[in-house]
Nanobody, 121 residues
Framework: QVQLQESGPGLVKPSQTLSLTCTVS?????????WSWIRQSPEKGLEWIGV???????YYSPSLKSRTSISRNTPKNEFSLQLSSVTPEDAATYYC??????????????WGKGTQVTVSS
């Protein structure tokens, strides 16, 4: 059973950078999947942030690209999200997930439990 677990601070101050890590067990981030970050809030619902592929390529939501960086640490079998210049609009529950890319869409088969992030001074 593949498991993903998010970790990181639950509170970030405005203008600072949010850093989250997803640790993968039961599988390798080198397997041919798309390792994804997604967030959810009452205002926006589910919002795709971006992915890092098994080969290390990254793709980001156009609306977040300028502030987003996704990286990986293969020896630790984890991948991370950095979102800079956060505002209260970035408050959400952040999920990491595994996805396949099939016929021009992503199919998510495993999700982390999510971690709630609050943006407040």
């Amino acid at each position: 059973q593949v498991q993903l677990q998010e970790s990181g601070p639950g509170l970030v101050k405005p203008s600072q950078t949010l850093s989250l890590t997803c640790t993968v067990s039961g599988g390798s981030i080198l397997e041919k999947y798309y390792w994804s970050w997604i967030r959810q809030s009452p205002e926006k619902g589910l919002e795709w942030i971006g992915v890092i592929t098994y080969s290390g390529s990254t793709y980001y939501s156009p609306s977040l690209k300028s502030r987003t960086s996704i990286s990986r640490n293969t020896p630790k079998n984890e991948f991370s999200l950095q979102l800079s210049s956060v505002t209260p609009e970035d408050a959400a529950t952040y999920y990491c997930a595994r996805a396949q890319y099939s016929s021009s869409w992503y199919e998510y088969d495993y999700w982390g439990k999510g971690t709630q992030v609050t943006v407040s001074s």
